[in-house]
Nanobody, 117 residues
Framework: QVQLVESGGGLVQAGGSLTLSCTAS????????MGWHRQAPGGECELVAR???????EYADYVKGRFTISKENGKDTIHLQMNSLKPEDTAVYYC???????????WGQGTQVTVSS
């Protein structure tokens, strides 16, 4: 069916930057929405940023001005540029995509982002 593979997580000091990447592969005709969620220890899974219909971008309030989501033209690959990272950004970040031809959402395995103070 569809696989999502994330990369780019790691350990960074507060104020630093990281870039996450996610590539979708498999039987894909059209992806309606593709983006990132995160889950901190003991917390709920929450939206970070997503791209809808390839161009409409949405961010959670707590990352606006610090994170930038982008999609590579003609590819099912997105990136999340994370700047000015804070310890509270520490979480497992999950890529997800709603694949229109399958009519369902797919999730990656997650990548750990740890921000030290």
């Amino acid at each position: 069916q569809v696989q999502l593979v994330e990369s780019g997580g790691g350990l960074v000091q507060a104020g630093g930057s990281l870039t996450l990447s996610c590539t979708a592969s498999g039987s894909i005709f059209s992806i309606y929405v593709m983006g990132w969620h995160r889950q901190a220890p003991g917390g709920e899974c929450e939206l970070v940023a997503r791209i809808r219909s390839g161009t409409v971008v949405e961010y959670a309030d707590y990352v606006k001005g610090r994170f930038t989501i982008s999609k590579e033209n003609g590819k099912d690959t997105i990136h999340l540029q994370m700047n000015s990272l804070k310890p509270e950004d520490t979480a497992v970040y999950y890529c997800n995509a709603y694949v229109a031809n399958w009519g369902r959402e797919y999730w990656g395995q997650g990548t750990q982002v740890t921000v030290s103070s």
